[in-house]
């Protein structure tokens, strides 16, 4: 069957594409990933690419549940739960190769769900510069 892994936390999305990702986020038919990303972008070619943000949550705590996919436009705050079965390592390729193209900074957990602590993804721009 298959083992999920949930992921869920805050994204302060970049200013040139909060357009795009709230009218992605909103269910434009017309705006998916490919209408943030550059064209051929690797993330494209995954099945399960629309599982994060858009993935059930499965086999996560109940708190999970509480958390509403929310975009605030004013501060481009994004926070989601999302879970899916991470077969080809779509969590790893979102954090290290999506994550830098539409987030500014992030603040996530990963948790897969036989685990009881989810590990830690954070990047603050303000650590770096």
Known sequence: MGMYTGLKGTIKIK???IENFSEFINGDLDIGWEGILPEGHGWLNYRRNSFIPFGSLCYMP???EEVKMNLDKETREFTFACSLKNYEG???YFIENVLPIIG????LEELYEEDEEPVLHIYREEDFF
Do not use: A, K, P, T
């Not at 500014?104 to 603040?107: D, H, N, Q, V």
């Open 90 to 92: 779509e969590i790893r």
């Open 104 to 107: 500014l900074s992030w603040e």
């Open 62 to 64: 109940h708190s999970w």
């Open 15 to 17: 200013e040139e594409v």
